[in-house]
């Protein structure tokens, strides 16, 4: 079992920052790779940025140049840094984590923070 706790968000004006982190716990040696998703009311979940156990990464283009991923060494925690943030931006982002058994994967996810920016 994987767990993912998030912390971070809130609200900021537009222009601002705000950071969020997440933190997997149980058998993390099967993550292999974590990232964040967002979502706004009446629309799908979508892919913020993701980063692979080999640190390739891949970001939505709405973010790119404004947010950067980042994860600790021991891969057990990933990080968005989120600058000059816009009202677009608004909305609940989730941790995710790959889980990888028998060659499947598995999707896990974090409960979700809320981010808001106000113009």
């Known amino acids: 079992q994987v767990q993912l706790v998030e912390s971070g968000g809130g609200l900021v004006q537009a222009g601002g920052s705000l950071s969020l982190s997440c933190a997997a716990s149980?058998?993390?040696?099967?993550?292999?790779?974590m990232g964040w998703y967002r979502r706004t009311p009446g629309k799908q979940r979508e892919l913020v940025a993701i980063?692979?156990?080999?640190?390739?990464?891949n970001y939505a283009d709405s973010v790119k140049d404004r947010f950067t991923i980042s994860r600790d060494s021991a891969k057990s925690t990933v990080s968005l840094q989120m600058n000059t943030l816009k009202p677009e931006d608004t909305a609940v982002y989730y941790c995710?984590?790959?889980?990888?058994?028998?060659?499947?994967?598995?999707?896990?996810w974090g409960q979700g923070t809320q981010v808001t920016v106000s113009s």
């Open positions: 995710y984590a790959r889980r990888r058994l028998y060659q499947i994967d598995y999707d896990i």
């Open positions: 149980g058998t993390i040696s099967s993550i292999n790779a």
């Open positions: 980063m692979t156990n080999s640190a390739n990464t």
